[in-house]
């Protein structure tokens, strides 16, 4: 995997060394580039293709806006995200301007940790995104080309066999061979009608294109209309009719139905026929099967303008469909913003393919609750927009009531489907159709507010009872730290809310385990180094799990810190004494505690006093001293099962 590359512009070196010091901290294994000036940075982007740029607003000579308009106006750069960092938290001015020269996101100073990890998490998601989107136009640029050097070769063929039917009927006959091997090559077929004897005779891969065994099937102008698709019928009567009147050349493309009853597209080309006088004595030409090269070009125009997760149309489309839609005549013009929440937590917790499933159910219920004429397309991630052309504010609120009655209907893993809407409405042409997105993304987040917290908390009870029913063990085992970690705080004299907290802590310790795989979880014998690296993961996917959650984000530090070790030999990050939490201390000496006298397949537990003894030895090394004679004190005056 490629090592995550941040690049920081801006003026002020302070500015600079501190960012890149917070990011360094939230993302050890991140290379952070400095540049100390708009032009140099935007040289060092050039250079070092990072995957997110921070850059300042305001610089001597090239400010950041100019910075961001010379990327986005690059081919090779314009995929890169680009935050911009400010001084002024609510300068909506800025964060207006940003938008217009195609910033993807805003921080401001001073810089709040959390803000920034979740601004280079999002931004790591678009360039993903972006790259995934630029590999796909490469993919289909040159399935484009291939399709249209397969289509010249076909039609260089088609033209030299035709001038040469053209020039000298015998010389056709004489390369009869050749030609029929073009024919099948091309899907393409040569006939001949002869107005004297007013037969059709027609060449091998015509009747393979017909699904006929004789060329007496199709030997007649009635015997070939009989196979044209009946709606058809009068289009091709009129071109027919129009070669006789002009005795002009001329190319037409209809269905016809074969005798198996498989409908194909063909090309005809109609050329007249005239003899030595120049009396028009018959025509001839060809029938191509174009069939699979209109279904590649509906393929093609398909895969550029939807969504190929969800099977919505795409930013792409959604962009040039909104210009064209913003007109008086649509007015009023509802623009309809919609995120799913829980996204994240899903994906942290159940996997991305879950995730995936929770996108599709999202699009399936706005496609069910809207209308036929509604446009709804997918812009990325989580985000999701509506265009509701002829669609006053009241009618839109009622859309969007029939829209969460029908999520709220939905389910999975148990978990009922949560999608937070905003809205506004443009009834006046020289409303700034931007701005309307804006206000109705500003009015969504709103909404996401408070929906978001209820269905995370939903969903962290959700995880915890799916890691139960993965693992009964683990569920007696998060209970008895839980009651452990609640006596060891009354033990300390801890207030109650502390008490209350600290258990619910032991409750949740091991969320984490959520994202390992089952069988190592219930692995009967002891793990190998593969698996206990993967056990270890835990601590770090049980942060990321409560960390977005504002209830259980206290708690997120102490589930991270709980294998550390007094004396700096835990994990994952090599805390040492009291640079772990409280919390974090308590739930260690606890866990290894219940561990040390639960019974495993491969190995019968301790007893507590031997138990006791190891935890004592452990004391100032692994453990706390102070919170391991609070557990020993426990022991010793409780009954702890």
Known sequence: MRQLKILVIDDNRDNVIVLKALIGDAFPEASVLMAFSGQVGFEMAEAEDPDII???????????FDVCRKLKASTDLADIPVVFVTASRGDKEHRILALECG?????????????????????????????????EKIRLDSRVRKQTEALKVAHARTLKLLKSLEKENEARKKSEKAL??????????????????????????????????????????????????ADEVPGVIENI????????TADFIFRILRQDG?????????????????DHIGNFGTIQDITRIRKTEEEIRYLSYHDYLTGLFNRRFYEEVLIKLDTEENYPLTLVMADVNGLKMINDSFGHAVGDELLQMAANVIKRGCRQNDVIARLGGDEFVIILAKTDAETAALIIKRLEMLAAQEKIYGLKLSIAFGYRTKTRKEESIQQVLKNAEDDMYRHKLYESASMRSKTIELIMNTLYEKSNREMMHSNRVGQICEKIGIRMKLDQDEINQIRTAGLIHDIGKMGIDEKILNK??????????????????????LSSVNEFSEMANCILEHHERWDGQGYPKGLKGEEISLQGRIVAVADSFDAMTSDRTYRKGLAQNEAIAEIKRCAGSHFDPLVARMLVEVVHTEMVH
């Open 54 to 64: 921070f850059v300042d607003i305001i610089m001597p000579g090239m400010d950041g």
């Open 103 to 135: 910033g993807e996101g805003f921080l401001s100073k001073p810089i709040d940790e959390q803000e920034l990890i979740s601004q280079i998490r999002a931004m790591e998601k678009i360039r993903h995104a972006n790259i995934l989107k630029r590999n």
């Open 180 to 229: 029929v091997e073009a024919q099948k090559l091309a899907h393409l077929g040569s006939y001949e009608i002869n107005f004297k004897t007013d037969k059709i005779n027609c060449s091998e891969e015509v009747l393979n294109i017909f699904g006929v065994d004789s060329e007496q099937e199709i030997n007649t102008r009635d015997c070939l209309l009989s196979f044209v698709h």
């Open 241 to 248: 009719n129009k070669v006789m009147e002009e005795k002009s």
């Open 262 to 278: 498989e409908e194909r597209i063909i090309n005809m080309r109609m050329i007249p026929q005239f003899d030595d006088r120049q």
């Open 524 to 545: 009967p014998g002891a793990l190998c180094d593969e698996e206990w690296s993967e056990i270890k993961r835990h601590p770090e996917i049980g942060y990321r799990i």
